[in-house]
Structures are given as structure tokens and as C-alpha cells.
């Protein structure tokens, strides 16, 4: 079952203006934040940008890995898009922004320094209120133009008694009701959405008898965490929910590699209680993906650690190169400078073109900065190295050739486990003389979610550790 939007994409709300649907996600330490995907279908998405790619939007300078930006609501309100959300590092609190087109420029932010809370809401009565609700669950009165706050913060609902991490709530009027959608139970294993409605925006709530409405819990399924939704309605009167899910491999206890992922579900009413139907499958795997860093700008796919300065990061220095000047020391440094796309395929062949000139750098898959492996070229010798929690190691070396040269990452997928504690990828470095040549094959279970923790998946990208590394083009390869 494939995502409709693969790879580190959690946390999704949707939107719709006419005939066309918007959608956001998380994107934690990484800058650009916030990427916004169009579609005409709810199935094919294409990234049109990042909400947040202006220091003066987004300041993620001490964000650790999971921090920084959480859990975006999009919305169309009034002829204009309304994003909030919470940046939980830098002071950065919840904020909103708006724009007239969602592919940007988006504004500046108004702070919201009297809402405290992840998982900001925004829904508006036909009174005009406009109603912030958080994790918890609890609800400010605001206005989001002026990010002024009415009154303090009213508890609305807890979510089933016992289960924990109420979470992720959007408000909506359908019908004659008010329906409070949340997440509970963590967004692990035991993830899952539940329902609430009310006669007015304010409650009380009357929680759904079938809740929760989707999860996971214990179910033989790929598919799994499956929880953190939004809904949607179409043009055609169809309810769709957008919800986060992610894809476990190997034995047990199974591990997930590309973060969490967007999917797609149908929703039907039944005796005014949303039902939540099979997921829809995403769309098949997209072509192979060349980067040639020939006009001047990296597109939006391309995310940054923290912030992306053109000092340290630049298409236009040496035209058609990506030029990356070291500014951390290696991939275990959080000020490294590391440009990179999320692991969108269970198996890819990714490959570049690096000139180390007098630098050392190379080709990384990254989950944080304690699990990473990279294959990088410095001084006449190639390496690949390991980072797995406090331990670090050079699993293979060998001379370079001289001048420019082929790296390569081939991710495989485990289809076939061959005992409970098989990973659920490999990870193959190598080099490109033209042959391919593998140095090392590492298993990919010490970069997955179970392994490091947090809330991100995979990232794939080039990294400069000393000196000035040039690379002339970034192939992506799904093989899946
Ligand atoms: C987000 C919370 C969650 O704020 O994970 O899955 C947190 N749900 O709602 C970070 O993505």
C-alpha cells in the first residue's frame, strides 16, 4: 500500500479551494519548512513549495533533531490560506501565516503568545469567532490576524478515558454539528483517531460510540501508527480524510525507515458518525529524479539543516554545481551543512558527482545527527562511515581516483526477512569507475524511528565536513 505522499510527511492537513486541494506537513529541524503539495485528485500530490523559507519566518538555530516545526493546520478561509503552527524551539511558539497563493510567498508571522500547546487549530463560526484549539484538548478564542487571545483556555475533551496523548484536534462544522476530530494514543504502535461532536464550536462534546474511528492497534497490515488526520470535502458533496501511517520492515519488532508518511482514506456518514473507510493507494512510483543544479536554485525538495545560507550553500557559484562549504565538522555535527531530499521508496539507487577539490565530503542518509551513514571522499581516499548512537566507525576505505567522482547509496528493501531480528533494508555504498564497486553493506534498521526515536525519517543528501565540495548532479532513483 503506497503513501500518497511518501517519506517524512506526518502531521498532514488538507485544505480545499475550488476544484483544487492543498496540503501541509511537519518538517522539525529542517529548513525550508513546512512543504505544501497541490492536487486535483487527493491521490497525486506535487510539492509546489515550502511555506516557512525566510529567516524571518522560521529560526530553527537551536532546534535538536525532532524539534523545531510541528503539526501544521492549512486553511481557506475568507479568500485566503491560514497556516498555523507550532515551532517548540527558538521561542518560536504558535504562529500564523497566510497567503494568497499557497505555493508563497507567505507572510511574515503573527505570534500567538497567549496560546500555549502543540497541534494548533484554526476554525471560524458564521459569528465571525475564530477558534484556536491545541493538544489536550483545549480551545482560546483568537484573533489570527492580530494573534490577540479572548479569555484563557477552556478544556474541551480528554479523548477516551485511559488513552493517552489526546492530540492533533481540527475542528469543523458539517451539517448541524460541530465534529472534533483528535489523535490519541501516541503516535506509535497504539495510534489512532477518534471523534467528538457538539452543537456549537465551544462543546460539550459527545464522543463517538464506534471511536476509535481508525487504527491500527494490533492489526496485520503494512500500514501501521495510523492516526493524526484532517478532513476534507469535495466537490461532489465526498468526505476524504488525509491521515499520517508509516511502513515497518524486517522481523520483529519491525522497523520504519522513511518517517511517517501522508495516506488517503473515504469517509461516509453513517447515523452522523464519520466511518472510515480502505485506504487508497498512492500512485505508483515516480520516474528517476536528476538534480543538475543548472538553473541557479534548488527546488523544493531540497531541505537544509537549520537554515541554508547561501555562503555555505550555493547554486550559483559554479554554475551547474551545487557548491556546500563546511561549516560543522561531518554529519555528526549539527552545524554541518548538508543538503538533502527525503527517502521517499523503500528501494532507491541514489548516485553524484562530487568534486572534493581540497574539501572532504560526500553522499549521507540521514535519520539524526547520531545515525547517519555516508560514503565521502577527501585527501585521496575514499571512506565509508557509521554513526549508531555514541558509537562511531570507518567501516571501509580505499584510494581515490583522482578528480571528480561517482558516489553511490543503493537502498534495498528486506521483502523477505529471514528471522526475527533481519532489518528491514541494506544500505550499499560504492563508487562508480564506471563499474560499480561496493565498499560496505550496512543494515538499515539502525537508521529507522525505533532505533534513534524522535519524529523524522530518512533524509539523502551531500554534505561538505572540510573545505569547499563541489557536486554536478544528484540522481534519485526509486526502485520500488
Ligand atoms: C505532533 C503530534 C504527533 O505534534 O507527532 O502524530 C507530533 N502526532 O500531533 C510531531 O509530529
Known amino acids: 500500500m503506497k503513501p500518497v505522499v511518501p517519506g517524512m510527511h506526518p502531521d498532514p492537513s488538507v485544505c480545499r479551494a475550488g476544484d ?84 508563497g510567498p507567505w507572510s511574515d508571522p503573527v505570534r500567538l503568545p497567549g496560546v500555549e500547546g502543540i497541534d494548533p487549530d484554526l476554525a471560524w463560526d458564521d459569528d465571525g469567532n475564530c477558534w484556536c484549539t491545541v493538544a489536550g484538548v483545549g480551545q482560546y478564542r483568537i484573533d489570527p490576524a492580530t494573534g490577540e487571545t479572548f479569555g484563557g483556555r477552556r478544556r474541551l475533551w480528554s479523548g477516551t478515558p485511559g488513552a493517552k496523548a489526546p492530540e492533533a484536534p481540527h475542528l469543523y462544522r458539517i451539517g448541524d454539528h460541530w465534529y472534533l476530530l483528535i489523535a490519541e494514543g501516541g503516535t506509535e504502535r497504539g495510534h489512532a483517531v477518534s471523534v467528538a461532536r457538539a452543537q456549537s464550536p465551544t462543546g460539550p462534546f459527545e464522543p463517538c460510540p464506534a ?50 508518511e501522508t495516506f488517503l482514506a473515504p469517509v461516509t456518514f453513517t447515523g452522523g458518525w464519520p466511518v472510515v473507510g480502505e ?120 584510494p581515490a581516483p583522482g578528480g571528480p567522482v561517482v558516489l553511490v547509496v543503493r537502498v534495498d528493501e528486506n521483502r523477505t526477512p529471514r528471522d526475527a531480528r533481519s532489518g528491514p533494508d541494506t544500505l550499499s555504498f560504492g563508487i562508480e569507475d564506471p563499474d560499480l564497486t561496493v565498499l560496505a553493506a550496512l543494515d538499515g534498521k539502525y537508521l529507522s524511528t525505533e532505533v534513534a526515536g524522535g519524529f523524522t525519517g530518512r533524509v539523502i543528501g551531500l554534505y561538505a565536513a572540510e573545505g569547499t565540495v563541489r557536486f554536478d548532479w544528484f540522481d534519485y532513483r526509486p526502485l520500488n
Open 211 to 260: 471511536n476509535p474511528v481508525l487504527s491500527r492497534r494490533g492489526v496485520d497490515d503494512p500500514v501501521q501508527n495510523t492516526g493524526h488526520a484532517d478532513l476534507v470535502q469535495a466537490p461532489d458533496g465526498s468526505w476524504w480524510m488525509v491521515l499520517l501511517g508509516v511502513r515497518p520492515g524486517g522481523g520483529t519488532p519491525g522497523w520504519h525507515v522513511l518517517g511517517r
Open 20 to 103: 483544487d486541494y492543498y496540503l501541509a506537513c511537519s518538517s522539525f529541524e529542517y529548513f525550508p519548512g513546512i512543504p505544501v503539495f497541490h492536487s486535483t485528485d487527493l491521490r497525486h500530490w506535487e510539492q509546489i513549495g515550502n511555506a516557512l523559507e525566510r529567516p524571518s519566518q522560521l529560526v530553527l538555530t537551536s532546534a535538536s533533531s525532532s524539534a523545531g516545526i510541528y503539526a501544521p493546520t492549512l486553511r481557506h478561509h475568507d479568500g485566503r490560506f491560514w497556516l498555523i503552527v507550532t515551532n517548540v524551539s527558538d521561542g518560536g511558539g504558535n504562529v500564523v501565516f497566510t497567503a494568497t497563493d499557497p505555493a
Open 279 to 398: 485506504l487508497v493507494p498512492g500512485p505508483a512510483s515516480a520516474e528517476p529524479d536528476r538534480d543538475d543544479f543548472d538553473s541557479g536554485a534548488l527546488r523544493p525538495s531540497w531541505i537544509s539543516l537549520r537554515d541554508r545560507d547561501e555562503r555555505w550553500c550555493t547554486a550559483r557559484e559554479r554554475p551547474g554545481w551545487l557548491t556546500l562549504r563546511a561549516r560543522g565538522s561531518g554529519m555528526d555535527d549539527p552545524a554541518v551543512v548538508f543538503a538533502g531530499r527525503r527517502q521517499q521508496h523503500l528501494s532507491c539507487l541514489v548516485r553524484t558527482l562530487v568534486d572534493p577539490a581540497d574539501g572532504r565530503g560526500g553522499l549521507a542518509v540521514r535519520l539524526d545527527e547520531e545515525h547517519h551513514y555516508e560514503i565521502e571522499v577527501a585527501s585521496g581516499e575514499i571512506r565509508v562511515l557509521a554513526r549508531i548512537g555514541p558509537l562511531s566507525t570507518v567501516v571501509a576505505s580505499r
